[in-house]
T-cell receptor, first 111, second 115 residues
Framework: TQLLEQSPQFLSIQEGENLTVYCNSS?????LQWYRQEPGEGPVLLVT?????EVKKLKRLTFQFGDARKDSSLHITAAQPGDTGLYLC???????????FGQGTELSVKP | KAGVTQTPRYLIKTRGQQVTLSCSPI?????VSWYQQTPGQGLQFLFE???????NKGNFPGRFSGRQFSNSRSEMNVSTLELGDSALYLC??????????????FGQGTRLTVV
């Protein structure tokens, strides 16, 4: 059974601070996706990483995929209140459309 | 390009009843997956359909079932509802399986409350 451990579970920071969210598994991913979800809405896809060692940037968000494709991180630089939300990582273990989700990181950025 | 559409958005049902949720995927996408999201368990995979065939199934009781039609629209049914079935049910659409092809695009979800 694949498990995806995401940390931290909760994060409350001030505007302008940096933060990193981690996603780890004992199994190798085919690919990994990061989502952001707001209350009462569905998750919105931020990025997909496929190649070990890959780094992708989306404005102030930087996503890294571990060399062994077992872990990933999301780094936010100079967080803003608009970044507030639930961040989810989801691993694809090449099981034909099934994603395994981490428990999520509830981020609160205070002005 | 229209996104994933789930209906209804909200639903209140009584224990013992059954419910059917609907999902229309992004045009051209052949894979539809269903997830249950609760505060305690997070997002849990229910099942996935690809070209009208159930390709994958999660660890949920047989009361949870689904199907996919030839136009890729999907329905999910829950029979004999229990209080613990109260959750946000999410449908995700993707182009299909294969490495890097499981990018899932979610609908807004159906909030089911069982009383």
């Amino acid at each position: 059974t694949q498990l995806l451990e995401q940390s931290p579970q909760f994060l409350s920071i001030q505007e302008g601070e940096n933060l990193t969210v981690y996603c780890n598994s004992s199994s190798v991913f085919s690919s990994l996706q990061w989502y952001r979800q707001e209350p009462g809405e569905g998750p919105v896809l931020l990025v997909t990483v496929v190649t070990g060692g890959e780094v992708k940037k989306l404005k102030r968000l930087t996503f890294q995929f571990g060399d062994a494709r077992k872990d990933s991180s999301l780094h936010i630089t100079a967080a803003q209140p608009g970044d507030t939300g639930l961040y989810l990582c989801a691993g694809d273990y090449n099981q034909g459309g099934k994603l395994i989700f981490g428990q999520g990181t509830e981020l609160s950025v205070k002005p | 390009k229209a996104g994933v559409t789930q209906t209804p958005r909200y639903l209140i049902k009584t224990r013992g009843q059954q419910v059917t949720l609907s999902c229309s995927p992004i045009s051209g996408h052949r894979s539809v997956s269903w997830y249950q999201q609760t505060p305690g368990q997070g997002l849990q995979f229910l099942f996935e359909y690809f070209s009208e065939t159930q390709r994958n199934k999660g660890n949920f009781p047989g009361r949870f079932s689904g199907r996919q039609f030839s136009n890729s629209r999907s329905e999910m049914n829950v029979s004999t509802l229990e209080l613990g079935d109260s959750a946000l049910y999410l449908c995700a659409s993707s182009s299909g399986g294969g490495r890097g092809n499981t990018e899932a695009f979610f609908g807004q979800g159906t909030r089911l409350t069982v009383v």
